[in-house]
């Protein structure tokens, strides 16, 4: 766990630099996943890069969200779950025995499908996570932190005057962007987001997508969407999956003008999904 | 549509079925007097409770009886006779019952709750899937195989053990009592706060755990606030059990009404004295009988308004994830 901390900070301060460290934050190697005896996923070959925002797309039931919980190691959670392969965050395999997933998960941040803030204060659904983490010493130091991330999420406006009010009360797009400003406050190094604007409005969807878009200057972001249009938006890289394979993978721009791959070329023309 | 099914289409019979409505009606009005008898039923106890309790309380003022701190309900068939005025103050009973409830609770509440934060959080499924029924198996003994081993296994032993350390334990004290209604108390206690912590949505463990929070803070800061106004509602359903509870107590904590708060004595409670009052022959409108039937209504107000309360907390909070 001590070796991911110092690690981590290494690399933050690395990224601080102008020189940009062009090494990718997630490798991922022949990474297999089980649901029982169902396979979920097979043999992924993944790189995500550093300060980008990668979108992973495909059909439902491709296997795309496994493998964006297999990065967090939320597929824990599911006790029939088993992956195998090789998943490194910054050259340190995740699934190794003497990673602590708490330590990992403070690193590795998730957004998830619904909004789902706490049934507490704005303020305190954002100073959740530093307070766990013990990130912050004084008061002040905390309302800094939480004014910092509803600013980066966006939402400082909206909310600033009523922190103390339930962070339930608000809109559904407002929500998501309280659960992206806890998920920043307790400065993680990647953020995974899972179908983030599917249960919301077209215009609720267009603010978070800007701000997908400004986040990635300082956090690297990887992204499941259903929707083409929005991977071709907010991404500079796509990986395309299906059936539990990964179909491609490449710069967003090449792999919706010239996919190489004829399954690719059928999906974003619309003929299978 | 061909001009053949045009012509036939006016002859289809919409308004008498083959089936007859009487049976309809039948079948609904059976259903109807099944739910009514056991309305009607419960009406009548009620009714019953509030007269006698009336005829009881022409014999002795209600002051008395809610106040009194004297419980001896003997009365006189001779005007000669010793302890010719039955004494009836309800307050020792009272507060009998609440000490043995109060006992027993202190032993629910945390085991009850821990397994079922256990079952619910951290055990596998298949360990839920053997526990969880196990559990259950507690909720279905019958109350008098807990009393008799309350009063003929945990009494002596609670008063042997005593004696070692130099107490004096009564041979049937409100401890063995409640100690052994609590663990009467647990599966009811765990399995509905099971219900209500798997209530909580998944989604808010997930944002939890997502950020980085261990399995035990998820609990305290997340799912235990969330959960807390049911777990409330399930303990006050567990308590109201306990205060009607019956045989455990006629058989572990006697018959003696004493105004005590020490568990190691003998103490009795509304329950075993109604059982007391109502065994064997009796003069139907002594003040001795009646008696048992203001005891009744007491304890009818006391648990109603337990469950009531109980259950519009369990409901409540039930509706706010929906």
């Known amino acids: ?273 | 549509m061909s001009p053949e099914n045009a012509a036939t289409a006016a002859k289809l019979n919409i308004t008498a079925g083959n089936r007859s409505k009487t049976v309809e009606m039948i079948v609904t009005g059976v259903l109807i007097a099944c739910s009514l008898v056991a309305i009607l039923v419960t009406v009548g106890i009620v009714f019953s409770l509030l007269f006698e309790s009336l005829r009881f309380f022409e014999r002795v003022p209600m002051s008395e009886f809610l106040f009194g701190t004297k419980w001896s309900p003997q009365t006189a068939l001779r005007a000669d006779q010793v302890a010719a005025d039955g004494a009836f103050g309800a307050v020792p009973l009272i507060t009998g019952t609440l000490l043995i409830s109060f006992i027993a609770m202190c032993v629910a509440t945390p085991l009850g709750l821990f397994s079922a934060i256990y079952l619910s959080e951290y055990a596998s499924k298949r360990t839920r899937d053997w526990v969880k029924p196990l559990l259950e198996i507690l909720a279905g003994i019958p109350t008098v195989v807990y009393g008799f081993f309350a009063a003929l296994v945990v009494a002596p032993m609670l008063r042997s053990t005593g004696e070692s350390v130099g107490l004096n334990v009564s041979s049937e004290s409100a401890l063995a009592a409640g100690l052994i209604m609590g663990v009467m108390i647990i599966p009811l206690i765990s399995s509905l706060s099971d219900d209500v912590i798997n209530a909580v949505p998944q989604s808010l463990r997930d944002a939890s755990l997502g950020l980085g929070s261990t399995d035990s803070e998820t609990i305290r800061n997340v799912i235990l606030p969330a959960a807390i106004p049911g777990i409330a509602g399930s303990l006050l359903l567990a308590a109201s059990r306990a205060i009607g509870e019956t045989m455990i107590v006629v058989m572990a904590a006697g018959l003696a009404a004493n105004l005590t708060a020490n568990p190691l004595e003998a103490v009795t409670t509304i329950t075993a004295q109604i059982v007391a009052l109502l065994t064997g022959d009796q003069e139907f409108d002594s003040a001795k009988t009646l008696s048992a039937f203001a005891l009744g209504l007491l304890l009818f107000i006391v648990t109603l308004i337990l469950n009531v309360i109980s259950l519009k907390i369990v409901n409540k909070y039930r509706e706010q994830y929906d």
């Open chain 1, 1 to 273: 766990m001590n070796n991911i901390v110092t690690e981590m900070s290494g690399a933050a301060s690395v990224q601080n630099k102008p020189a940009v460290n062009k090494a990718p934050i997630f490798t991922a190697k022949n990474v297999d996943v089980y649901y029982g005896a169902k396979q979920a996923l097979d043999k992924i070959n993944l790189d995500i890069p550093r300060n980008k925002v990668t979108s992973l797309i495909g059909p439902s039931g491709c296997g795309k969200s496994t493998f964006l919980r297999c990065l967090n190691r939320m597929n824990d959670l599911v006790d029939i779950c088993r992956v195998e392969g090789d998943i490194q965050l910054e050259g340190q395999d995740i699934y190794a025995p003497e990673v602590d997933v708490v330590a990992l998960r403070q690193h590795v941040g998730m957004v998830f499908q619904k909004p789902n803030p706490f049934p507490k204060s704005i303020y305190d659904n954002i100073a959740y996570g530093p307070r766990i983490h013990g990130l912050t010493s004084s008061k002040s130091e905390l309302d800094d932190i939480v004014e910092w991330s509803l600013q980066r999420a966006g939402l400082w406006k909206e909310v600033s005057d009523r922190l103390q009010e339930p962070g339930t009360g608000l809109s559904g797009g407002q929500q998501q962007r309280l659960c992206i400003a806890r998920a920043i406050a307790v400065r993680p190094e990647v953020i995974l987001m899972d179908e983030p604007c599917s249960a919301l409005d077209p215009i609720a969807t267009a603010t978070i997508e800007e701000l997908i878009d400004e986040l990635r200057e300082k956090f690297t972001i990887v992204i499941v969407t259903h929707s083409m249009q929005q991977a071709a938006r907010v991404s500079q890289r796509t990986a395309f999956f299906h059936l539990g394979n990964l179909v491609e993978t490449g710069a967003t721009k090449t792999l919706f003008t010239s996919p190489e791959d004829e399954r690719t070329q059928n999906y974003i023309t619309g003929r299978i999904g």
